[in-house]
C-alpha cells in the first residue's frame, strides 16, 4: 500500500476558555490506514476527532485532509463522515431514511438512491431493516445503522467515536472484527477514537496514544505495546512493573542498565528519550514473567513470597514480594497448569527473560 | 416476624389513586357535574321565567341557523385560529434562540418570560387599551412623527385589537411547550445532519422542526382552546366588531335569563373548539412529514 497522507495535522491547538483541550497536535495518518486516537478521558481524543468532523474549529494550527485544507470548511463540506458515540440515529425516520439522508442533497434520482442504501444495509448485514424506526432497533443494530449511514456517503475518512463503548463485551467482540474486516473490504480510512487499549491494539494499523491534549507516542499495535515510550503510555496499555536501574553504559541507539534483581541488560532507546542523572526506569510486563513448577529451572530465576493474587478463569494475577525489590512485581499466569497451589504467602520461583526489558521515559524519575 | 395480609399502604397502585384522589374528586365536583349540568340544560327550553323539562334540540337548531350566533361562532374560530398562528410563529424563534443558544443563560430567559404573568390578566388586557386607544401610545407615537395627522381609530374596539391583545397575553404558553420538545432533541442528531451534508438551515428543516412538532401542537392547542372562548378580552378591548361567541352565551347566562340556549351554545362551543383543534393538529402533521423530507 502507498503511503499517501489523508490527513496531516500540523500544531493543531483547541482551548476551552483558559482549558487547553489540545495541545500542538502534529499527526499524519496515511490513506486506507485503521488509525486510533487512543487516551483516557478528557485527553482530548474526541475533540480531536470533532475538529476532523469539521464540527468544531481549531484555535491554532491547520488540518489538510487528502491533500486540501479543510481547517476553516465546515461538516456539511467535508469529505469526512462520522459515527456518533450516542449513534444519533434520526427518531422520526425508519433506517432506510435513515441512511439516505446524506443522499438526498446528491439529487441521484430514487433508484440510485435506493440502491446504495440497500448496498449499504447488505454491508453491514441489515438487509430487511429498512422499514423499521430507530426506536425499534437493539444497540448493535443501531451501531450498524450509523456505520452504514455514514459508508454510504463514500467518505475519504470514516470518523468513529467510540462506537463500541456502549455495546455488551461480547457483542463489541464480535463488532470489533466485523469493524476490521469492513475497512479492509473497503479500503477508506478510519480514525477512531477508543480508551479501550484492548480495542486499539486488536483494529488499529497505528495508534496515537494521547494524555491532557498532548500526543505521547504513535506506532503500530505491538511496537507501542513492546516498546511504549513512557511510563504513562506503559502504563495505560496493560500493566507493567516498573524498576529503577542504574545507567552502566551508554551508545548513540542503546543504554545498559543494571537492575537491582533483574541483572544487567542492553536496551533500545525510545524515541525522545533523554537520560537525567545516572538512574533509568525499566519496566517488564506481567506476562513476561512465568511461574517455575516443580523442579523447573531457567537461566534468569527470581524468587519470592505471594502477596495478593486475583483468579479470572483463564489467568491468575498475582502479586509477588521480591527481597530487595520496593514494590511487588504483579505477574499474569495463565492457569493451565496448578492454579491451587498459587496461594497467598506461598514462595515461587519466577523466570524472566532479560529481553523482555524495556527502558522507557520517565518524567517523575 | 411473617405477614400475611399486605396493607394498602403496601401496594404501589392503591397508593398511587390514593395520592390522586383528592384531586380525581374535584375535578368530577367541578368540571364533570357542571359539565354534566350544562349539557342536560341544552336540552330544555326557558318559557318565561321557568324552565320546561322536556327533550327538544330546538337550542341547538338555534345555534345553528341563527345568523347572530353564526357570525360570532365564525369569528370566534377565526379570532382564535389566526391568534394561535400568530403566536406560534412569534414563539418558535424565541424557544429555538433560548434552547440553542440560549447557553448559561437558559434559565435567566425563561424567567424573564414569565415576568408578566406578575401582573394581573385583566391589568395586562387594560393596558392594551392604553397604547391602543384614541388618544394611546400608538397613535400619539405616529402622531408625533407626523406620519399621520389623524388618530387610527381601527386599532381598538375591533377584532385587530383582540388578536394582538391575546397574542401578548398567550405568547409565553406557546414558548414553554416548544422550548421542552427543543430540549428533548439530543444535540448530536443535529450535528449528524451536518455531517452528512446538511446546511444549518436544510439541518433545522429536516431535524429540529419535525423533532419539534409535538411541542408545536401542544403550543398551538393550548393557546386555540381558551381563546375561542374568551369572555375578559374581546369584553375590555373587542368593542362591537370584536365580540366573540363567549360574549353572547354570558349574555344568555346574564341579561337575557335564557339559560338552555346558553348552555346550548357553550356546548356547541366545546365541540367546536375540539374539532377545530383535532384538524389543526392532524394538519400540522402533515406538513411538517411534508417538509421534512
Known amino acids: ?365 | 416476624m411473617k405477614r400475611t395480609t399486605r396493607s394498602w399502604r403496601d401496594r404501589e397502585d392503591l397508593r398511587g389513586l390514593a395520592l390522586i384522589s383528592p384531586t380525581v374528586l374535584y375535578a368530577l365536583a367541578l368540571l364533570l357535574v357542571p359539565v354534566a349540568m350544562v349539557i342536560l340544560y341544552s336540552f330544555w327550553k326557558q318559557s318565561f321565567m321557568t324552565i320546561d323539562h322536556t327533550f327538544r334540540l330546538s337550542n341547538y337548531e338555534a345555534a345553528f341557523t341563527q345568523p347572530i350566533y353564526r357570525a360570532l361562532f365564525l369569528r370566534s374560530l377565526w379570532i382564535s385560529l389566526t391568534v394561535s398562528l400568530v403566536t406560534v410563529v412569534m414563539a418558535y424563534p424565541v424557544a429555538w434562540y433560548i434552547s440553542f443558544h440560549g447557553g448559561r443563560n437558559k434559565n435567566l430567559w425563561l424567567f424573564v418570560i414569565t415576568v408578566p404573568f406578575l401582573t394581573s390578566y385583566l391589568l395586562r388586557v387594560m393596558a392594551w387599551k392604553v397604547v391602543l386607544g384614541h388618544n394611546g401610545v400608538v397613535n400619539s407615537a405616529l402622531m408625533w412623527l407626523g406620519l399621520i395627522h389623524q388618530p387610527i381609530e381601527a386599532l381598538l374596539y375591533t377584532a385587530n385589537s383582540v388578536v394582538i391583545t391575546l397574542v401578548h397575553s398567550w405568547v409565553a404558553f406557546a414558548i414553554l411547550p416548544i422550548f421542552v420538545s427543543m430540549e428533548k432533541i439530543d444535540r448530536s442528531l443535529v450535528e449528524a445532519g451536518r455531517d452528512l451534508g446538511d446546511s444549518a438551515f436544510r439541518s433545522f428543516r429536516r431535524i429540529v422542526l419535525p423533532l419539534s412538532l409535538p411541542g408545536v401542537i401542544s403550543a398551538f392547542v393550548i393557546v386555540m382552546i381558551p381563546t375561542i372562548g374568551d369572555y375578559v378580552t374581546p369584553t375590555l378591548v373587542g368593542g362591537r366588531d370584536g365580540m366573540m361567541i363567549a360574549n353572547i352565551i354570558q349574555t344568555n347566562f346574564g341579561q337575557a335569563q335564557n339559560w338552555p340556549m346558553g348552555a346550548a351554545l357553550s356546548v356547541s362551543a366545546m365541540v367546536l373548539v375540539s374539532l377545530a383543534a383535532g384538524i389543526m393538529v392532524l394538519l400540522l402533521r402533515l406538513l411538517v412529514n411534508g417538509v421534512r423530507r
Not at chain 1, 60 to 73: H, L, M, P, V
Open chain 1, 1 to 365: 500500500m502507498p503511503d499517501r497522507p489523508m490527513i496531516e495535522i500540523a500544531g493543531v491547538s483547541r482551548n476551552f476558555g483558559t482549558f487547553r483541550a489540545l495541545d500542538d497536535i502534529n499527526l499524519t495518518i496515511a490513506e486506507g490506514q485503521f488509525f486510533s486516537l487512543l487516551g483516557p478521558s478528557g485527553c482530548g481524543k474526541t475533540t480531536l476527532l470533532r475538529l476532523l468532523a469539521g464540527l468544531d474549529v481549531p484555535s491554532a494550527g491547520t488540518i489538510r485532509i487528502d491533500g486540501e485544507d479543510c481547517t476553516e470548511i465546515r461538516a456539511n463540506a467535508r469529505p469526512t463522515n462520522m459515527v456518533f458515540q450516542s449513534y444519533a440515529i434520526f427518531p422520526h425516520l425508519n433506517v432506510a431514511e435513515n441512511v439516505g439522508y446524506g443522499l438526498k442533497r446528491l439529487r441521484l434520482g430514487r433508484a440510485e438512491e435506493d440502491r446504495r442504501v440497500a448496498e449499504a444495509l447488505e454491508m453491514v448485514r441489515l438487509p430487511d431493516f429498512g422499514r423499521r424506526k430507530g426506536n425499534e432497533l437493539s444497540g448493535g443494530q443501531r451501531q450498524r445503522v450509523a456505520l452504514a449511514r455514514a459508508l454510504v456517503m463514500r467518505p475519504k475518512v470514516l470518523l468513529l467515536d467510540e462506537p463500541l463503548s456502549a455495546l455488551d463485551k461480547k457483542l463489541r467482540e464480535e463488532m470489533q472484527i466485523e469493524l476490521r474486516s469492513l475497512q479492509q473490504s473497503v479500503g477508506i480510512t478510519f480514525v477512531l477514537v477508543t480508551h479501550d487499549q484492548y480495542e486499539a491494539l486488536a483494529l488499529s494499523d497505528r495508534i496515537a496514544v494521547m494524555f491532557a491534549g498532548r500526543v505521547a507516542q504513535v506506532a503500530e499495535p505491538m511496537e507501542i505495546y513492546q516498546h511504549p515510550a513512557t511510563r504513562q503510555v506503559a502504563d495505560f496499555l496493560g500493566g507493567m512493573n516498573f524498576l529503577s536501574a542504574r545507567i552502566a553504559g551508554e551508545t548513540g541507539e542503546t543504554l545498559t542498565v543494571e537492575t537491582d534483581r533483574l541483572g544487567t541488560a542492553v536496551l533500545r532507546k525510545p524515541a525522545g528519550f533523554t537520560a537525567s542523572g545516572n538512574r533509568a526506569t525499566v519496566g517488564i510486563r506481567p506476562e513476561r514473567l512465568r511461574v517455575l513448577w516443580d523442579d523447573e529451572t531457567a537461566p534468569h530465576m527470581l524468587t519470592g513470597r505471594i502477596a495478593s493474587r486475583a483468579y479470572f478463569g483463564e489467568t491468575t494475577s498475582l502479586a509477588v514480594a521480591i527481597e530487595g525489590l520496593d514494590a511487588p512485581l504483579s505477574i499474569v499466569e495463565t492457569n493451565d497448569y496448578g492454579a491451587d497451589e498459587l496461594k497467598i504467602g506461598a514462595e515461587i520461583r519466577l523466570a524472566y527473560d532479560p529481553e523482555a526489558l524495556v527502558l522507557v521515559s520517565d518524567p517523575a524519575a
